[in-house]
């Protein structure tokens, strides 16, 4: 157990759909990151956020948002959805998230199935 | 551009066998490089990382894994298998210059024969 919880576990939509991811990072860990892994892309970084400020950005999609909350937790808001979204998205949580070489604790993730 | 390569799709190893899994990356200079591991079902857990020094590093559950510029590669390696260490494996390279390049590699998974 990395101590970084993600719900839901599971969630089934349809296209046009929105929806929202939930994250909440180890205790003390200040930066968030989300990923996507599909078979299409593979695993990909989306974004993190360090104390409530976006940090850095990979290749999200327009249609999709974050943001951390004043208690460190943060949400992946994915909208207008498309059956490509179909992914396993996981957060991770590091202390400070000054690099990328600093160690990431990887959530259980949530399964998106877009219908 | 950064990218890193995982040519081995799927690997069997017997148990108690040796395993060396192989990573390849492109980048202008140094990166960060790491291995993770993700179990069924489960996220990723890093196993071991590379920013500079030692160019032979050990990581947790006994893998560890030989950076070669030379050869721009970082493969995985570990002496004596385990059944539960079937899994998938990611290499990833991340870069220095900015904190928004990470890229991962498209995974090996490894099944191991009993």
């Known amino acids: 157990d990395s101590g970084v919880t993600q719900t839901p576990k599971h969630l089934i939509t349809a296209t046009g759909q929105r929806v929202t991811l939930r994250c909440s990072p180890r205790s003390g860990d200040l930066s968030v990151y989300w990923y996507q892994q599909s078979l299409d892309q593979g695993l990909q970084f989306l974004i993190q956020?360090?104390?409530?400020?976006?940090?850095a950005k990979g290749n999200i999609l327009e249609r999709f948002s974050a943001q951390q909350f004043p208690d460190l937790h943060s949400e992946l808001n994915l909208s207008s959805l498309e059956l490509g979204d179909s992914a396993l998205y996981f957060c991770?949580?590091?202390?400070?998230?000054?690099?990328?070489?600093?160690?990431?604790?990887f959530g259980p993730g949530t399964r998106l199935l877009v219908l | 551009a950064q990218s890193v390569t995982q040519p081995d799709i799927h690997i069997t190893v017997s148990e108690g066998a040796s395993l060396e899994l192989r990573c390849n990356y492109s980048?202008?200079?140094?990166?960060?490089l790491f291995w993770y591991v993700q179990s069924p079902g489960q996220g990723l857990q890093l196993l071991l990382k590379?920013?500079?020094?030692?160019?032979l590093v050990q990581g947790i559950k006994g893998f560890e894994a030989e950076f070669k510029r030379s050869q721009s590669s970082f493969n995985l390696r570990k002496p004596s298998v385990h059944w539960s260490d079937a899994a998938e494996y990611f290499c990833a390279v991340g870069a220095r210059s900015s904190a928004s390049k990470i890229i991962f590699g498209s995974g090996t998974r490894l099944s191991i024969r009993p």
């Open positions: 590379y920013f500079s020094g030692d160019t």
């Open positions: 980048y202008g200079a140094t990166p960060y």
């Open positions: 956020y360090y104390n409530g400020e976006e940090r």
């Open positions: 991770a949580s590091s202390v400070a998230g000054t690099s990328f070489f600093e160690t990431q604790y």
